[in-house]
T-cell receptor, first 112, second 115 residues
Framework: SQQGEEDPQALSIQEGENATMNCSYKTSINNLQWYRQNSGRGLVHLIL?????REKHSGRLRVTLDTSKKSSSLLITASRAADTASYFCATTGVEYGNKLVFGAGTILRVKS | DGGITQSPKYLFRKEGQNVTLSCEQNLNHDAMYWYRQDPGQGLRLIYYSQIVNDFQKGDIAEGYSVSREKKESFPLTVTSAQKNPTAFYLC??????????????FGPGTRLTVL
C-alpha cells in the first residue's frame, strides 16, 4: 500500500535557490513526517507535523499541512549542494494501523 | 554512540539459499521494523515488532521471516521462497508503535544481490 505520493519525482536547482516538494495522501492521518535519504544510505528524520498543525519550521526547512486537501509541502530555503538527496513523506493513521507509510520520494539535485 | 547498526553492508546470495540480515539497536526502543526499498518505489514494510517475542507481518512478508528474542536485536531472514530478493533492506526502530507521534531511526541498510 502506498499512502503518500510526492511531486515532483525529480527536481534540479541551483545552489542558493529554494526547493519545494509536495506530498499528497489518501486517507486521514495522525501525523506526517519528512525524511531525507542520501544515496545508498539510511533515512534521516527531518520534521514531524501533527494533523492539528498547519506549519512547522526547523532551520532552513518549512513544512505545511493542509488536511482539507490531504497535502503537505516541504520547503528548503537557500539550498546547498549537501541538500542533494531523496526526500520522502510518510504518514501515520488509523487506517494503516498507525504504522508509517512512505511515498515514492522526490530526488533533489542541487547544482553548485 | 546510540544508534542502529546493520550488517553486512553488502550481501550476495545464490538462488535457493537463505540469508540472514542483522539489525541491532542500543536506543532502548521497543518497536523495530524491516523495510524493503526498490528503485522508484519508496519503502515497503516487511515485518515489525512492538515488543520482545512478538512480531507482525507488514505489507510484503511473504518469503521473509524474523525473530525478536532480545529487545536490541531484530534479524531478518530472506528465504529461498522470496522470488525477487535483490533490493536494499532498511531496519528502523522507534519508542513505541502505539505512540504514533514518534519518529523512526534508521540503520545504514544492507544491499542484497542474488547471483
Amino acid at each position: 500500500s502506498q499512502q503518500g505520493e510526492e511531486d515532483p519525482q525529480a527536481l534540479s536547482i541551483q545552489e542558493g535557490e529554494n526547493a519545494t516538494m509536495n506530498c499528497s495522501y489518501k486517507t486521514s492521518i495522525n501525523n506526517l513526517q519528512w525524511y531525507r535519504q542520501n544515496s545508498g544510505r539510511g533515512l534521516v528524520h527531518l520534521i514531524l507535523i501533527r494533523s492539528n498543525e498547519r506549519e512547522k519550521h526547523s532551520g532552513r526547512l518549512r513544512v505545511t499541512l493542509d488536511t482539507s486537501k490531504k497535502s503537505s509541502s516541504l520547503l528548503i530555503t537557500a539550498s546547498r549542494a549537501a541538500d542533494t538527496a531523496s526526500y520522502f513523506c510518510a504518514t501515520t493513521g488509523v487506517e494503516y494501523g498507525n504504522k508509517l507509510v512512505f511515498g515514492a520520494g522526490t530526488i533533489l539535485r542541487v547544482k553548485s | 554512540d546510540g544508534g542502529i547498526t546493520q550488517s553486512p553492508k553488502y550481501l550476495f546470495r545464490k538462488e535457493g539459499q537463505n540469508v540472514t540480515l542483522s539489525c541491532e539497536q542500543n536506543l532502548n526502543h521497543d518497536a523495530m521494523y524491516w523495510y524493503r526499498q526498490d528503485p522508484g518505489q519508496g519503502l515497503r514494510l516487511i515485518y515489525y515488532s512492538q515488543i520482545v517475542n512478538d512480531f507482525q507481518k507488514g505489507d510484503i512478508a511473504e518469503g521473509y521471516s524474523v525473530s525478536r528474542e532480545k529487545k536490541e536485536s531484530f534479524p531478518l531472514t530472506v528465504t529461498s521462497a522470496q522470488k525477487n530478493p535483490t533490493a536494499f533492506y532498511l531496519c528502523a526502530s522507534s519508542d513505541r508503535l502505539a505512540d504514533y507521534y514518534n519518529e523512526q531511526f534508521f540503520g545504514p541498510g544492507t544491499r542484497l544481490t542474488v547471483l
